[in-house]
């Protein structure tokens, strides 16, 4: 049976090309593919590829006449001795669920991030083989992340590309649709894994979701890691995983102190931020060029590069004091070399909300005019 020899037509317009999704399954693993489609039936299956188990299909939960193959990942093949052998995946799935072989790649393309709004969302477990590990940055982990971010970056969309939409909606959601954002700084990924680890140390895929990506670069100007906020299909807000937010690991060890998010040429005026809508609502209000600095700790570190005579902090107010206190500290350390302004947003922060920052502030001044205009 080959992927080749079909063709179909997705929601988005565009046509799928089987060979497309046969190669983004080669990347991924059948493994992914399986745990998502067919993560409830097969379970024990997933994590013992090549040894023996009962039957999905036949016998429930009796019998041990079934195993995926060992090299299950690669081919996604499997054999029941009541049912018979499944030389892959897309015949293993055929059988499991009697989708035709259409069926078959469309719920592989949804699952693989083609058909954004099927992207399923529901936990998946990963056999222990898939485990990630992570540790001490090494030469030998410092290439493995370098090559893990050109990838992610190279599989990226501009934010002006057609399917680059879930961004789009997700900035005009935050009120920052008129931003300019450069694609060197700031893309769209439309379909990333998401990597939860959980309490035992396991690494679980908890499915795949369109993502912001932005560019972080070292003190020196250059480019260190991705940021990266996943968002909902819909862009109506973060996708809804334990910690929507995150850095990919570091193409060099100990060299994020200092760094930013460069969302725009530096003048003599820069202006820096924590988070990234913060940091593109703080430019939106005042004009001047605002970096992200992605967190707190990282604010504190920052390094103004050279040139720079004033420095603005558009701070978070929130009820820990912790953004207005990195702020502070970043004043003190750089007092004597530049001029750092202190920009901390008006009024308290809402009942029952943990803080205030200039994106919120942004956004009410928009809904504010928006009901002036209504
Ligand atoms: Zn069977």
Do not use: F, M, T
């Given at each position: 049976m080959s992927l080749s020899s079909i063709v179909f037509t997705g929601p988005q317009r565009r046509r799928l090309e089987a060979a497309e999704i046969q190669a983004s399954v080669q990347r991924t693993g059948w493994l992914f593919v399986l745990s998502a489609l067919a993560g409830d039936r097969l379970g024990p299956a997933l994590k013992r590829p090549g040894r023996h188990g009962p039957c999905p299909v036949h016998n429930g939960r009796h019998g041990d006449g079934f195993r995926l193959f060992a090299d299950v990942d690669t081919t996604g093949g499997g054999i029941c001795a009541t049912c018979g052998a499944f030389s892959d995946g897309l015949a293993l799935l055929q059988w499991l669920f009697g989708w035709s072989f259409p069926e078959v790649l469309r719920q592989i393309a949804a699952v693989l991030g083609y058909l954004p709004d099927a992207v399923p969302a529901r936990a998946v477990r990963m056999p222990p083989g898939h485990r990630l590990t992570v540790r001490d940055t090494t030469d030998a982990d410092a290439q493995r992340a370098r090559s893990q971010l050109h990838r992610v970056w190279s599989e990226a969309l501009s934010?002006?590309?057609?399917?680059?939409e879930p961004l789009r909606r997700y900035l005009a959601w935050r009120g920052l649709e008129s931003v300019a954002l450069d694609a060197r700084v700031v893309r769209l990924h439309p379909a990333l894994a998401y990597w939860h680890g959980d309490a035992e140390g396991h690494q679980r895929c908890l499915g795949r979701f369109p993502a912001l990506l932005a560019r972080v670069c070292a003190a020196d100007g250059r480019a260190l890691t991705l940021h990266r906020t996943y968002l909902r299909a819909d862009g109506q807000?973060?996708?809804?995983?334990?910690?929507?937010r995150k850095l990919m690991?570091?193409?060099?060890?100990?060299?994020?102190?200092?760094?930013?998010?460069?969302l725009a040429a530096p003048d003599r005026m820069l202006g820096i931020a924590e988070g990234l809508e913060t940091a593109l609502a703080a430019a939106a209000l005042s004009g001047m060029p605002v970096w992200s600095c992605v967190s707190a700790t990282l604010l504190e570190r920052f390094q103004p590069p050279a040139g720079i005579e004033q420095l603005t902090v558009w701070a978070d107010r929130d009820r820990s004091g912790a953004g207005l206190r990195a702020a502070e500290r970043l004043r003190i350390r750089l007092s004597g070399s530049i001029v750092v302004r202190l920009a901390l947003p008006p009024g308290p922060i809402p009942d029952g909300a943990k803080s205030l920052d200039w994106a919120d502030v942004w956004r009410q001044r928009q809904d504010r005019s928006l009901s002036r205009a209504a």
């Open positions: 934010p002006d590309h057609p399917e680059a807000g973060k996708a809804e995983v334990p910690c929507p690991p570091a193409a060099a060890s100990g060299a994020l102190a200092g760094g930013a998010i460069r």
